[in-house]
């Protein structure tokens, strides 16, 4: 396994408790950890090498295909990867949504399997036309829950919230930002972002069903860039939203800068990824608001899971059973009017909070766990053998 080293960010950490996962799967894994400015493909190399040669099965996994090891390039001047020349499988777990990884993935070995966040991302990826022999839906995981989980009344934070935030300003700066003076681009984008923020939509759905309906270019590799921009805008969108709605709590926010029209919670800037985890022992509840989402998970919420923090969340078809019988989660209202006294209510009430994280605790380790999710991966490999 192989994980550039981000300090504000989960994604080494939650390589490192997937290999931890996969261990008690019983599959022996080494993890190498490496900053994107200092990469070691040698080391690498050598690494996959030993795999090879040594009589075992074997595969490497990342995030986002982005670690890409070449033994050469072929008569047509392609890439020759070590994966697909060696037969050993590279598996890839997207973090976001796949328009946003295009070169990395267009450029996936043949011998790869890429597990995609949100099920709805499978009709862009198989669309773009890639060449990697499976793709599955592999929605992000947790760790293994604490052994100590404190009572709500116990825990000084009563509402956090983890991730970037910006103010996302007008729609028009930002058209203007996209689209330039392109009148017919401007008004199909914002058409799709209305269909993605208010009518729930997959983010290239919506876009592909307003390009064709207005015969532009909806082809995966000619919107890859709208689609990024499109998923960025509508989480930046929501997220400021969700925060700005409450009013009679005081949010705790880690992982942004401060800004003036939410003043009036607790900013406290960048926050390294252990320091959220901490903060997440010590909430309440943990908002996560991920809107693009939706037929998806998003792996803060199951680390607010596995610290005993009950997650508000956004509505998804994967969590919806989750929701239904409140198994450690809430959901966030898609009317901004009623989250706030939604979460006033919540906080009020630490005995139903308790309540949700046992329930939520009780069946999270088979549900949502780093080892549930290898689990697919696992079966997926064994498929293609």
């Known amino acids: 396994m192989t994980a550039t080293v981000t300090p504000f960010s989960s994604f080494d950490a939650f390589l490192t408790d997937i ?17 994107s400015e200092y990469p070691n493909p040698a080391l690498m190399q050598a690494l996959v090498l030993q795999l090879k040669n040594g009589g075992m099965r074997g595969f490497v996994l990342n995030c986002n ?78 760790p293994e829950p604490l052994a100590e989980q404190r009572e709500a009344r116990d825990r ?43 009518g729930g939509m997959e983010v290239y759905q919506a876009l592909a069903g307003v390009f064709d309906s207005r015969g532009l270019d909806s082809a995966p590799a000619a919107v890859a860039g709208l689609v990024a921009a499109l998923d960025e805008r509508a989480t930046q969108l929501r997220r400021f939203e969700v925060l700005r709605a409450i009013t009679d709590r005081r949010v705790v926010i880690l992982g942004a800068d401060p800004i003036p029209a939410l003043a009036h919670h607790d900013m406290r800037g960048p926050s390294l990824f252990p320091q959220s985890l901490r903060a997440m022992a010590d909430a309440r509840v943990l908002i996560n608001s991920r809107w693009t989402f939706g037929r998806g998970a998003h792996e803060r919420l199951f680390y607010g899971l596995s610290r005993g923090a009950v997650a508000a969340t956004e509505a998804s078809s994967f ?44 069946e999270y380790p088979a549900r949502h766990t780093w080892r549930e999710r290898m689990t697919r991966v696992l079966a997926a490999l064994s498929r293609l053998s």
């Open 19 to 35: 290999g931890a996962a996969l261990n008690a799967l019983g599959v022996p894994t080494r993890t190498l950890l490496h900053a």
């Open 319 to 362: 969590l919806a059973d989750d929701l239904e019988r409140g198994l450690g989660m809430v959901a966030l209202p898609g009317d901004p009017s009623q989250i706030n006294d939604r979460l006033a209510a919540l906080c009020e009430d630490p005995d139903r909070i308790d309540a949700l994280r046992a329930r939520g605790l009780a």
């Open 156 to 198: 000084p934070i009563d509402l956090l919230f983890v991730g970037g935030v910006v103010d996302p300003g007008p729609s028009a700066a930002w058209l203007d930002r996209v689209a330039g003076r392109d009148r017919r681009l401007r008004a199909a984008l914002a058409a799709a972002l209305e269909a993605i923020h208010d």
């Open 65 to 142: 295909a982005k670690d890409e090891l070449l033994l050469g390039r072929d008569a047509r001047g392609r890439g020759l990867s070590i994966h697909d020349a060696w037969k050993i499988p590279l598996v890839a777990l997207v973090v976001d949504h796949p328009a946003g990884q295009f070169e990395a993935l267009s450029r996936a070995p043949e011998h790869a399997i890429i597990g995609l966040i949100d099920e709805g991302h499978l009709a862009f990826f198989d669309r773009a036309g890639w060449r990697p022999r499976a793709r599955i839906f592999c929605p992000h995981g947790g």
